[in-house]
Each structure stands twice: as C-alpha cells, then as structure tokens.
C-alpha cells in the first residue's frame, strides 16, 4: 500500500501549515491544501528547499 507524503510548511524558519498534500503557484504565490481541504496562500516566497525524508518544504520571503 503506498503512503502519502504531507509536509509541513516552514516561512523563514516557522511553520506556517501543516500536512499540505498538493502546492500550487498561482502566479506570484503558492497555494498549500491539506488531505482535509484547508488551504492557504502564500505571498511574496520563494522555494528554499523540499526535504522527503523530513516531510519539510522550506520557503523564504522574498527580498531577504
């Protein structure tokens, strides 16, 4: 049986979601949706790093 992979989501450092399923980039943001259907969105960041093993995606805000 194959496992899901839900991530959580760190803004410089802070989570800001927790076990996101699907990101999508809508133009100048990102938008993160649990296996439960919450959503967020995310303004102004960059893609830093996705870490499996961690089950962490790592974003900065832009301009630091």
């Known amino acids: 049986m194959e ?12 989570k800001v979601f927790e076990r996101a399923i699907r990101l999508r980039r809508d133009k100048d943001k ?3 949706r ?8 995310l303004s102004d ?3 830093d790093e996705l870490d499996i093993p961690s ?3 790592t974003l ?5």
């Open 45 to 47: 960041v960059e893609f």
């Open 3 to 14: 496992q899901m992979c839900e991530l959580d989501v760190f803004i410089d450092g802070e």
């Open 34 to 41: 649990s296996v439960l259907g919450n959503k967020k969105t």
């Open 30 to 32: 990102i938008i993160v």
């Open 55 to 57: 089950e962490k995606l």
């Open 60 to 64: 900065t805000k832009r301009g630091r």
